[in-house]
């Protein structure tokens, strides 16, 4: 029951907010917080006070939570949290930042709060629908959901651009989730021709009596790979992720990275874990092929990127084609932990930069300059964070990136190494021209610095926290420990 209250709570409270946004709209502030705060201690106490982590009606299991599931779900309540409470302090900055750069109304640049403020949670709790989703016609529905509850999000800020971009992002998801449909289909039929008939119950096609027909399931394969792909922001079905990331807010764009990739992933990985035994070296050879193409592409990109928030979404393409390699040659105990430290360190990027858009007013590389001397503590996050998130130790992604390197034929793991040097080039490159040197062309009027940098603490306790965890995996992985 307690997995029903899971995904049901939040979807009640974004009703709740929507309607009392109308008349209270300080208290539909007040109640993302606390929807979060909710829905994070009840998903403390499911994962470590409650025995059966599963719901079956009818016979069958509807929800259930496995390793993977937990790691995930655990990374998508956190982050929700810290996006709720991000927003409230962030969002009267907003106003007032348009209040100065444009005079009048400042509500009138934005979508209506309430709409804004009640799309969180609905895209909190259909994302946990995903985490907890047991039979693959729920998955797929869910995996839609998302969809539709974060596209209003993108259009926060109701301009042109954002708009083009929305209907961008619903247009290429929806069709990438129609592959991901027909995949599963497919998978129904390689099931049937084998004389089972166990539906899309996962636990039934998990079962070791079942058996799929290889033949239908490498085609099923490869339409999950480009359906659910398109969500996880694979190359080359991509294209919406830059473009969605740089429009959104920045509160926004953490969640999309920070937890709806990870959703994306665990739906290949459902069905990864059900291919044949003859097939695992063509799901392997397939997963490796994006994967590497993903980090190629992200590399090409983030060198000589000229948008801060662009640099981050192709890293967020980098790091899930990192994700599949690491599933392919390490296996799901090294993935968990890489998906946990990208998701803290691109939260907390993804909502400085937040920060940074507020007191310049601008997505520039080039304008930005010499932020140590105006903004200290966005300049130390953000520095900080950059290091991070390409893997400079101790980073829980250098304990991650360093297994595969290590593990991966010597081939794949020249390349590996050779790409991630190039986008820690660009990527460092880029953050010491913004927070180093002379003044750029932005100006940061100082109101607006005082505001960006009371807005320091959430990213920051997300850089600490991703700073422990590589420490702690340091420490676990380090082979003296074991002498």
Not at 176 to 199: D, K, Y
């Amino acid at each position: 029951m307690s997995l029903i209250i899971l995904f049901a709570l939040p979807l009640v409270m974004a009703a709740v907010i929507f309607f009392t946004g109308k008349k209270f709209p300080a208290l539909a502030r007040v109640l993302l917080p606390l929807s979060a705060l909710a829905h994070f201690a009840l998903t403390a106490w499911t994962l470590f006070h409650t025995p059966d982590l599963e719901w079956s009606c009818g016979g069958h299991i509807w929800l259930k939570l496995d390793t993977a599931g937990c790691w995930i779900l655990f990374i998508t309540s956190l982050l929700f949290l810290a996006v709720a409470a991000q927003t409230y302090f962030w969002l009267p900055a907003e106003y007032e930042a348009a209040a100065l750069r444009h005079g009048g109304d400042p509500r009138q640049h934005f979508m209506p709060e309430r709409i804004f403020l009640a799309c969180i949670p609905a895209f909190a709790g259909t994302m946990t629908l995903v985490v907890t989703s047991w039979n693959l016609g729920l998955l797929w529905v869910a995996v839609e959901a998302t969809t539709l509850c974060s596209a209003p999000l993108i259009l926060f800020h109701r301009s042109s651009q954002a708009l083009e971009v929305m209907w961008k992002y619903l247009l290429i998801c929806s069709v990438g989730i129609a592959f991901a449909l027909f995949g599963t289909m497919l998978l129904g039929v390689a099931v049937r021709s084998s004389g089972n008939a166990p539906g899309w119950w996962y636990a039934l096609l998990s079962a070791k009596e079942t058996v799929i027909e290889p033949a239908w399931f490498k085609a099923a394969w490869i339409f999950i790979l480009a359906g659910y792909g398109t969500k996880m922001g694979l190359v080359p079905f991509h294209a919406w992720l830059p473009d969605a990331h740089s429009e959104a807010p920045g509160t926004v764009s953490a969640m999309l990275s920070g937890s709806l990739l990870n959703c994306s992933l665990l739906g290949i990985l459902r069905f990864y874990r059900l291919a044949p035994e003859s097939l695992l070296p063509f799901c392997k050879t397939l997963l490796a092929v994006l994967g590497l193409l993903s980090l190629l592409i992200a590399a090409l990109f983030i060198i000589r990127q000229g948008d801060f928030k662009r640099m981050l979404a192709y890293s967020s393409v980098e790091h899930m084609g990192i994700a599949t390699l690491i599933l392919v040659f390490c296996g799901e105990e090294i993935m968990l932990p890489h998906l946990l430290g990208h998701s803290f360190i691109k939260m907390a990027l993804f909502l400085t930069a937040g920060n940074l858009l507020l007191a310049y007013g601008s997505r520039s590389i080039a304008g930005i300059g010499g932020m140590l001397g105006e903004l200290r503590r966005n300049a130390v996050i953000w520095t900080g964070g950059i290091l991070l998130i390409c893997g400079a130790p101790p980073s829980p992604l250098f304990v991650t990136e360093f297994s595969l390197i290590a593990t991966a034929p010597a081939w794949v793991g020249i390349i590996v190494a050779v790409l991630l040097f190039a986008i820690f080039a660009g990527m460092t490159m880029a953050a010491l021209r913004m927070t180093m040197g002379e003044k750029g062309t932005l100006q940061c009027p100082e109101i607006l610095a005082k505001r960006a940098e009371k807005l320091w603490l959430v990213p920051g306790v997300m850089i600490l926290a991703a700073t422990l965890l590589g420490l702690y995996l340091l420490w676990a992985f380090n082979p003296i420990w074991s002498l």
